[in-house]
């Protein structure tokens, strides 16, 4: 997830991180859009952001907030990590 904050310097890890996110069964929508960050794959980043706005209701929110369009894609990221690694956190119910 880190590695999307500087694209570039994560594009070297790239492979590894592929092979670790097939080993992860089922879905990770934060890991699938970090993915797409690192590999500045615009139209995936753009698909996997709406598609995370059809069934959380903070994500069309998070993408109509003034700022950088990078800036918003990384609180989705945020937003879909949280909610996929630390789903019982109190501050979230």
């Given at each position: 997830?880190?590695?999307?904050?500087?694209?570039?310097?994560?594009?070297?890890?790239?492979?590894?991180?592929?092979?670790?996110?097939?080993?992860?069964?089922?879905?990770?929508?934060?890991?699938?859009?970090?993915?797409?960050?690192?590999r500045?794959?615009?139209?995936?980043?753009t698909?996997?952001?709406?598609?995370?706005?059809?069934?959380?209701?903070?994500?069309?929110?998070?993408?109509?907030?003034?700022?950088?369009?990078?800036?918003?894609?990384?609180?989705?990221?945020?937003?879909?990590?949280?909610?996929?690694?630390?789903?019982?956190?109190?501050?979230?119910?």
């Amino acid at each position: 997830m880190l590695g999307a904050l500087d694209p570039a310097s994560a594009a070297p890890l790239l492979p590894e991180i592929t092979v670790f996110r097939r080993t992860i069964s089922g879905a990770s929508p934060a890991l699938d859009l970090a993915i797409a960050l690192i590999r500045s794959d615009d139209t995936r980043v753009t698909d996997l952001t709406l598609q995370a706005a059809t069934w959380d209701v903070e994500i069309p929110r998070l993408l109509d907030t003034d700022g950088p369009l990078f800036a918003r894609h990384l609180n989705v990221l945020v937003r879909l990590a949280m909610a996929e690694f630390a789903p019982d956190r109190p501050e979230d119910r």
